[in-house]
């Protein structure tokens, strides 16, 4: 495959993450609105140029109290900061279809070098022609490097919300004509 600019298809991908909760369980949580253009040859992703966007508004727990919350100025005061970023500077192979994504990530006001594990999971056309291709990606940051600190100590030692954040992020993207 030749370089092509590439659109997310929101309907089949998804931004996902978990966090430790109270150092015994974890909670899991979704980001519906976001969007990637992605400029590469889906066979060969070193040359890759990606951008992320998520609309951190569109948080989803399963709690409205919770997301409203993690909305506010505790955590990611949305009205001065409602965009979590990812500028792609430099991409490695890693192994065959696996590659080390490293950028800049943009979260409440401050800027990040992060690196991210990413699977190209193949290519095709869909029932209507259209070209398609499939990633899958993971990765991990600690909250607190992004001035994310609040918390709360338990009785029984620990603290409520742990500060590491892991990501798994589903993609297909259509080529765009």
Do not use: C
């Amino acid at each position: 495959m030749s370089t092509s600019k590439w659109i997310v298809d929101a309907s089949h991908s998804s931004v996902d993450f978990t966090i430790r909760h109270m150092m015994i369980a974890k909670v899991k949580g979704t980001f519906h609105d976001f969007d990637a253009v992605i400029e590469a040859d889906p066979a060969d992703l070193t040359t890759a140029n990606i951008e992320f966007n998520v609309a951190l508004t569109s948080i989803d727990t399963r709690n409205s109290d919770r997301d409203n919350h993690l909305r506010s100025g505790d955590f990611f005061d949305i009205e001065q900061h409602p965009t979590m970023s990812f500028r792609s500077t430099k991409i490695s192979k890693s192994d065959e279809g696996e590659y080390d994504i490293t950028g800049e990530l943009s979260l409440h006001g401050v800027t990040r070098t992060e690196t991210f594990s990413v699977t190209y999971e193949g290519s095709g056309k869909d029932p209507w022609g259209n070209e398609k291709v499939g990633f899958s990606g993971k990765g991990a940051i600690k909250r607190s490097d992004y001035g994310l600190t609040y918390n709360a100590a338990l009785e029984t030692g620990g603290v409520l919300i742990g500060d590491e954040v892991k990501f798994t992020i589903e993609i297909e993207a259509s080529k765009q004509a």
